[in-house]
Nanobody
């Protein structure tokens, strides 16, 4: 059974950086698209970034383009989200997700496995 575990969240001042990690286990991920989503209080979960394990396709949500970078370490079965120039509006619980398809999509409903989430809080 696929398991995803996020880490790296925390409290940071505006303009700071954090790197989130998502360790994947229980499966073979070479043919999975991996995504990051976030959910702020009172809002729906939204797409942040996604990529194939090979890195051939990468997509970002407009609000994070140029500030966030998704990457992966195949040897460690780990996906990362480097977040720079953080803003208070980035405050949310960040979730890692895996899709049983190599195609990168932005809809949360197309992802099959989810981590428990990690809290990111950006203070002004």
């Amino acid at each position: 059974q696929v398991q995803l575990k996020e880490s790296g969240g925390g409290l940071v001042q505006a303009g700071g950086s954090l790197r989130l990690s998502c360790a994947a286990s229980g499966g073979t991920f070479s043919r999975n698209a991996m995504g990051w989503f976030r959910q702020a209080p009172g809002k729906e979960r939204e797409f942040v970034a996604a990529m194939t394990w090979e890195g051939g396709t990468i997509r970002y949500a407009d609000p994070v383009k140029g500030r966030f970078t998704i990457s992966r370490d195949n040897d460690k079965n780990t996906v990362y989200l480097q977040m720079n120039s953080l803003k208070p509006g980035d405050t949310a619980i960040y979730y890692c997700a895996a899709r049983k398809s190599v195609v990168v999509v932005t809809s949360q409903y197309e992802y099959d496995n989810w981590g428990q989430g990690t809290q990111v809080t950006v203070s002004s």
